[in-house]
């Protein structure tokens, strides 16, 4: 499991620094880290990794196994509040491909209240973005 932690750069219309736990699980995650680490106008600017104490916002990309969900819950658990999940990719929305295996979580949203759940296999950076953008919109309004 890769974590990296990232300051999100959108003006949230908060009091505290919005930072983004990164939980790569598989394919998605290489996007996520594209779009988390790039240098475009709407990259966030990188942070060194965290803990899930200082995240706000939780990223779940790839696939959940049964044994990598209870790492997954722990850390949504160690968040503070408030705090917002967004999950990334088909995998991790649905189960994707492997959504028959008897060891895959059949989407995140049955385990954790999912506030945005961007689509794709896997899905371009640009919707990861997309997806932080809709957050953002259901944040300040």
Known sequence: ?????????????????????DLGLACCGVEVMAALHGRG???????PAGAPEVA???????????????????????????KYVLSVGACSNTGGPYWDSYCVTKGIDQMLPVDVAVPGCPPRPEALLDGLRALHRMVTS
């Open 1 to 21: 499991m890769t974590t990296t932690t990232s300051t999100v750069r959108l003006n949230w219309g908060t009091r505290y620094e919005v930072t983004v736990l």
């Open 41 to 47: 106008d709407d990259a966030p600017e990188p942070v």
């Open 56 to 82: 706000h916002v939780l990223v779940v990309s790839g696939t959940v196994t049964d044994v990598m969900l209870p790492a997954v819950l722990a850390s949504y658990e160690a968040m503070p509040e408030p």
